[in-house]
């Protein structure tokens, strides 16, 4: 059985992107450093799955983004939310909790796990 954590983020990727965004403006670094810390290390974003999925999200309008400087005075592309994307985490996070809790069920049900 394979555990990687990348399997859960694959099909998440786009809305724990979009939840970063929610407290303003961010740098790719920044919003992985936001889904680590949050997760408590559980969730890595790798750079070749974030800024992909950075360039899926604005061309989809979900983010805008532009150029400006780093807290390390470094040219660094931010990312901003847009209503559309708001619209679109909030229908998805939804989906995506209903999923959890009905897994969740099931696997707290019984028979217990070993």
Request: no cysteine.
């Given at each position: 059985?394979?555990?990687?954590?990348?399997?859960?983020?694959?099909?998440?990727?786009?809305?724990?992107?979009?939840?970063?965004?929610?407290?303003?403006?961010?740098?790719?670094?920044?919003?992985?450093?936001?889904?680590?810390?949050?997760?408590?290390?559980?969730?890595?974003?790798?750079?070749?799955?974030?800024?992909?999925?950075?360039?899926?999200?604005?061309?989809r309008?979900?983010?805008?983004?532009?150029?400006?400087?780093?807290?390390?005075?470094?040219?660094?592309?931010?990312?901003?939310?847009?209503?559309?994307?708001?619209?679109?985490?909030?229908?998805?996070?939804?989906?995506?909790?209903?999923?959890?809790?009905?897994?969740?069920?099931?696997?707290?049900a019984?028979p217990a796990?070993?």
């Amino acid at each position: 059985m394979r555990k990687d954590p990348g399997d859960l983020l694959q099909g998440t990727l786009g809305i724990l992107i979009l939840k970063s965004l929610l407290l303003g403006s961010a740098h790719g670094y920044a919003i992985a450093r936001w889904v680590e810390d949050t997760t408590r290390g559980v969730l890595q974003i790798e750079e070749g799955s974030l800024y992909p999925a950075l360039r899926r999200l604005e061309d989809r309008g979900f983010v805008t983004s532009q150029w400006g400087l780093s807290e390390n005075n470094r040219r660094a592309r931010f990312y901003e939310i847009t209503g559309n994307g708001r619209k679109y985490l909030r229908n998805e996070a939804a989906t995506w909790l209903r999923y959890s809790q009905a897994v969740t069920r099931v696997l707290r049900a019984a028979p217990a796990l070993a």
